[in-house]
């Protein structure tokens, strides 16, 4: 699998991304096939998975959590917040508010904990 560098972040990510926003009740229900699929992208090389909050109601992101069990160092993984995520106004948009809570849900839901994420102190 070809790689390039990521922007200026000096990470090296595969050329390929894997989607998954079918992932979940949007698309492919089945977790344990949707977890196949994702193990199989990385079996041939592919280290870049995007997902979404929004995806099946943050289905897709636990889903893509699951897979990642044991293979999360191997990984870059970028998911995205904008979406609402619930009834009430404030549970979507770029307010800062909203990206802590937005940046930590997802967090929880992929598995990944919080090593890296301190902006006013969110998630340790």
Do not use: Q
Not at 63 to 88: C, E, N, Q, S, W
């Amino acid at each position: 699998m070809r790689r390039r560098i990521l922007g200026g972040t000096g990470i090296s990510v595969s050329e390929v991304a894997l989607g998954t926003m079918m992932f979940g009740a949007m698309g492919n229900p089945d977790h344990d096939e949707s977890i196949r699929m994702i193990h199989t992208a990385l079996d041939a090389g592919v280290n870049f998975l995007d997902t979404a909050d929004v995806y099946s109601g943050g289905e897709s992101e636990e889903i893509v959590g699951k897979a990642l069990k044991g293979r999360r160092d191997d990984v870059v993984l970028a998911t995205k917040f904008f979406h609402p995520m619930g009834p009430d106004a404030n549970d979507r948009g770029g307010s800062p508010r909203w990206i802590v809570r937005a940046v930590e849900a997802s967090l929880r839901r992929l598995g990944t904990g919080c090593r890296t994420w301190r902006p006013r102190r969110g998630c340790r």
